[in-house]
């Protein structure tokens, strides 16, 4: 295994079924103000009667390596992280906004408290070699945190041989998080 | 990368770990409830319970949300009456209980203990039914029983010889093909149950979902069959059609344990998948590819029994229906088929003597269940009974009976007004408390001791310790000191140990545990247990027969039908919906209705009515809006609800989740969030086999503001 490590995500749609343990996991993990959250759920429903398809997710901060956040950030307190996540640094944010205006994800709010806040990946319980509040509590492990530089893991190896896409690509933005699609068949 | 390591993590941070088992639904999953500061901070799945697994679901984690609704109850109250008016006053709690022990004395001397029924849901209620069956009262109703798992139980036992389970007796892991009958895993966050399905799905299960709405579980199925209500036992009869007609069903299982084939064969030979077509809605090639894809994964395949299974009133024999479409494939006991989980061996607690009871069993129905103390009356025979004056007072534990009671709110509420005495146990200010005369407030399953729970059957049964995290908040109190409490001032010796914490060790100590052991990790786990059957072993099963029963004698002989019929439900009137119910993952009901934490999403907030956008353009809803139902007695909504204008859902239909619509204003959040389905519940259909009650017979049409 590496010793540098880098985080993400693999998301498995097939199995979500978008009941948002997630997101209340992460908001007293992280003690998220009311009225806010840093992830999401999403239940996305195509067709006609009796044609339909679904699809659920559970979105948050794409953690990309290319972050307009960071690039944006006139005073730093976005930046990467050695771990490959992106990180705020609450002390050295202004609450100006321009990380909320640049995320093409939308993953970002600012806190009461006056500074722009998002999903930081748990970067307290990885120091501590433990999941995601999300991934730990997902009853159906839709969410599954990977180690990009880890070549055993095991969540990298649920891609492979499905359809697996990223979001926004074309914003250029390399996102860490991967989307099992829920198009696939079961036991792809 | 470790997961679920509760203790590990919290230790560095200066918190404590509390293991327990959550009381948000029946599923009973084990918690780990962590502490800091001496608030409990998060609740988390617990690593050590089967039914959990490390995992949760959201209602699980808003534990914190129930503990500190600043709603709660904080005192007892009494009802005071003056000058016309009546209104609540803070009462001690010694005030209170001598109060309510005076006024049950006095009821049952004057009218006997047939006249006080005790209405229980939640696990607190087993010190009250102990104190109450000391006191010589012996009507316990679960309205549970009524509306949901009843049919289920019974109907499953009147054929295999014992009831569905909870989790249900299915082994869904490493089965290949599903059927669902209208069962929403995913909006039912049955936690264990969806780790499986999950599990399964990416083992390869594929899932059939027979449903009038695309449920999310329909999201996820190789085939969405959008079935017309109330046509169930039609589909199951066709595919038990094809299924003999085409030889696709095991011959040598059916012959060697079954009894009725021919009597089966008698009823569905009419039901071609042609006819079936126009009843359901489904087209008959596809009922014939379903029957055989069912057919060619057997015996890695089954239909769920589903929860809530009483519908219309033949619900019993719906799920015979079910569990007959299993036997004929030869599931049972067979990996990816019918299991019958073990429970964990626990001795019950030493009986102590009370009063001869008149009946143990007081439902009038001849199929009703007769081996549960706990449940000896069904519900609504409670409320009719009280309608008749027979019974004069309820002591009501849990039950929000205007929003629960399946005889709909009126009819609930005309009972509560003819009783001589109504005590409410509760946690928060429910509906129900409003029109108690006496309301103890209970401390939350987080702040509480109760019995061991050893009611679930599992892979590796297991038994479950709840204990406080935190101390009592307010002036509530536990249901064993509450129930303790009234023993004492009843005069009633001899029922409880001194402490809970005497009476769980000794219990514990039985099985060569101790309640300081159990303390640790919150549960007992056994080893796995023997699922499936040996090659060549013989079946027994504690049917009247000993075979698995496809006719059933004794349903003949009390003059019901041996083998499930069809029969057609009421088509609504011109303009009028079906309501269809179920719920949201993150709020159980009256449970969560208040709990600001959960209600904190926008999708959590108010429940919807779903509409097929062809009928939303005939009576011109726009996606939405606000409106008010009207049923077909002519009931209105008393607060509006929004319009959801969706694919999902046929046009004969509409959808609400159950729960919404709360018009107790001391209910400060939910008051007025989303409309009442229980409101809208005028016409119930009773199933004379088991005296459960189905409420699917209630059509809806749309009001808009004047």
């Not at chain 2, 066709?238 to 299982?253: C, G, H, Q, R, W």
């Not at chain 2, 126009?278 to 015996?299: F, G, M």
């Not at chain 2, 400060?668 to 016409?683: E, R, V």
């Amino acid at each position: 295994m590496a010793d540098k490590k880098n985080y993400g995500m693999v998301i498995d749609t097939r199995v979500c079924v978008a009941c948002s343990a997630c997101v209340y996991a992460c908001k007293s993990e992280n003690s998220v103000p009311e009225g806010y959250c840093r992830d999401w759920v999403v239940q996305e429903t195509n067709g006609t009667f009796p044609k339909l398809s679904m699809e659920n997710r559970s979105e948050r901060c794409q953690h990309c390596a290319k972050a307009p956040c960071v690039i944006y950030c006139p005073t730093g307190a976005s930046h990467y992280s050695e771990d490959g996540t992106v990180q705020i640094n609450r002390y050295r944010c202004t609450g100006c906004k321009a990380c909320l205006a640049a995320c093409p994800y939308d993953a970002r709010y600012v806190h009461p408290k006056g500074f722009a806040d998002k999903c930081s990946l748990c970067k307290h319980r990885l120091d501590k070699g433990l999941e995601t509040a999300c991934a730990s509590v997902c009853p159906t492990t839709s969410l599954n945190l990977v180690d990009f530089n880890d070549p055993e893991e095991k969540a990298l190896k649920m891609m492979n041989g499905k359809e697996v896409y990223r979001q926004k690509k074309h914003a250029g933005t390399n996102p860490s998080l991967y989307w099992i699609s829920a198009r696939n068949k079961p036991g792809a | 990368m470790l997961s679920g390591t509760n203790n590990a993590f919290a230790e560095d941070n200066g918190e404590k770990v509390v293991y327990s088992f959550c009381e948000h639904c029946f599923w009973r999953c084990g918690i780990a409830a962590h502490v800091r500061n001496g608030k409990i901070c998060k609740i988390t799945g617990s690593e050590h319970h089967p039914l959990s697994n490390g995992k949760l679901c959201p209602r699980g984690t808003g534990g914190i949300g129930q503990i500190y609704d600043p709603d709660r109850l904080a005192h007892p109250l009494i009802r005071e009456r003056k000058g016309g008016q009546s209104s609540f006053r803070k009462a001690s709690w010694d005030e209170a209980i001598t109060h309510t022990a005076e006024k049950l004395y006095r009821i049952k001397e004057k009218h006997g203990p047939e006249a006080i029924a005790m209405l229980h849901h939640g696990y607190g209620y087993t010190f009250f039914k102990e104190m109450f069956k000391a006191f010589g009262v012996n009507k316990f109703a679960k309205p549970s029983y009524d509306f949901c798992c009843g049919p289920r139980r019974q109907g499953y036992e009147m054929t295999y010889g014992h009831p569905a389970g909870t989790p249900e007796g299915i082994d869904i892991i490493n089965s290949k093909y599903l059927v669902f009958f209208g069962t929403h895993y995913g909006e039912n966050m049955h936690n264990t149950a969806v780790q499986e399905i999950s599990e399964g799905i990416r083992r390869g299960l594929k899932i059939i979902v027979f449903d009038p709405r695309f449920s999310t579980l329909a999201g996820k199925a190789e085939k969405w069959l959008p079935i017309k209500p109330g046509t169930d036992i039609a589909m199951m009869q066709a595919l038990m059609n094809v299924l003999i007609s085409e030889d696709l069903y095991d011959k040598e299982f059916v012959a060697e344990n079954t009894v009725g084939f021919d009597e089966l064969w008698n009823e569905v030979q009419q039901m071609t998948p042609e006819k079936a077509a126009n009843i359901t809605d489904i087209p008959a090639d596809e009922i014939r590819e379903v029957a055989r894809s069912y057919a060619s994964h057997a015996p890695a395949a089954a239909v769920h029994p589903g929860r809530r299974t009483q519908w219309y009133a033949d619900g019993t024999q719906r799920i015979r229906t079910i569990a007959i479409l299993n036997a004929l494939i030869g599931n049972y006991k067979m990996p990816g088929g019918i299991v019958n989980y073990e429970k964990f061996k626990l001795p019950k607690p030493d009986a102590h003597p009370h009063p001869h009871f008149e009946k143990e069993v007081w439902s009038k129905y001849p199929f009703f269940v007769k081996t549960q103390s706990a449940n000896t009356i069904a519900s609504h025979e409670v409320v009719q009974q009280t309608l008749e004056e027979e019974i004069k007072a309820w002591f009501v534990y849990g039950v929000n009976v205007p929003e629960t009671i399946t005889l709909g709110r009126k009819t609930a509420v005309e009972a509560m007004q003819k009783l001589d005495f109504l005590v409410a146990v509760d946690t928060l200010p429910m509906e129900v408390t409003g029109y108690a005369d006496i309301v103890l407030p209970e401390c939350t399953y987080l702040e509480r001791y109760d019995d061991l729970d050893d009611g679930r059957p599992y892979r590796t049964p297991f038994v479950t310790l709840r204990q406080p995290v935190v101390e009592p908040m307010f002036d509530s109190k536990p249901g064993n000191e509450i129930a303790r409490m009234m023993a004492k001032k009843l005069e009633l010796h001899g029922i409880f140990e001194d402490s809970v914490e005497t009476y769980l060790d000794k219990r514990l100590k039985k099985i060569g545990s101790s309640l300081e052991e159990v303390k640790k990790t919150g549960v007992l786990v056994s080893k796995p247990t023997d699922l499936y059957r040996k090659p060549g072993e013989k079946l027994t099963f504690k049917t009247p027969s000993g075979k698995i029963e496809l006719a059933s004698a004794q349903l003949k002989a009390a003059g019901f039908d041996a083998v499930p019929k069809y029969i057609k439900h009421p088509d609504p009137p011109d303009g009028y919906y079906r309501i269809l119910t179920g719920r949201k993952p993150m709020l159980t009901f009256g449970r969560t209705a208040n709990n600001r934490f959960l209600n904190e999403l926008p999708t959590a907030r108010e429940n919807e009515i779903w509409v097929n956008p062809r009928i939303a353009q005939k009576h011109t809803l726009s996606h939405g809006e606000y409106i008010h139902l009207k049923n077909q007695a002519g009931i209105v909504s008393e607060f509006p609800i929004k319009v959801k204008v969706t694919e999902r859902i046929r046009e004969d239909s509409v959808y609400m989740v159950h729960g919404y619509g709360h018009y107790y204003k001391k209910l400060k959040w939910a008051y007025t969030k989303g409309a009442s389905h229980n409101q809208l519940i005028s016409k119930a259909d009773i199933d004379k086999t088991i005296g459960a009650v189905g409420f699917q017979n209630n059509f809806v049409t749309f009001i808009k503001e004047a």
